[in-house]
């Protein structure tokens, strides 16, 4: 098929709770659930972005994943980052400290995945191991 054959359209993605001191709008369900009503359009749940914000509000990042898995999510990004730092770093799986296989599980079945890791081929390859192999993903 070509591009121009496909159906396109803008989905929201949710931000961290506090970026460079900035409060970020849609980090929480409440936000993000009134926007993608009112633009009609579906989340893409930044999985490094929602623990981040967890972790900044105090709240478990299983919770908050649980609610944000509620909204109507159509894509995913997925990488590695520590709890410690709020910063979206983008490492590959099992370089920082996320609980990545348990916060998979977490997350709503039947999305599109972007593995959003650096640029080292062989830790790739691994990412997306891990990313099928918890996911049930052939």
């Known amino acids: 098929k070509h591009f121009t054959d496909r159906h396109v359209q803008g989905i929201l993605e949710n931000l961290i709770f506090i970026s460079s001191g900035w409060y970020m709008y849609s980090y929480n369900k409440k936000e993000l659930q009134y926007l993608s009503r009112k633009l009609k359009t579906g989340i893409c749940l930044d999985l490094s972005h929602a623990v ?37 770093m983008h490492l590959h799986f099992g370089d920082g400290n996320f609980l990545l296989e348990k916060y998979m599980c977490l997350l709503p079945k039947n999305c599109d995945i972007t593995v959003e890791t650096g640029k080292n081929i062989i830790k790739s390859k691994k990412d997306i191991q891990l990313v099928r192999r918890t996911l049930g993903i052939r």
């Not at 590695?80 to 730092?85: A, I, N, S």
């Open 52 to 88: 981040l914000s967890a972790v900044q509000q105090r709240i478990k990042p299983e919770k908050y994943l649980c609610e944000l898995r509620k909204l109507p999510v159509w894509h995913i990004h997925l990488c590695d980052g520590f709890l410690e730092r709020p910063v979206d």
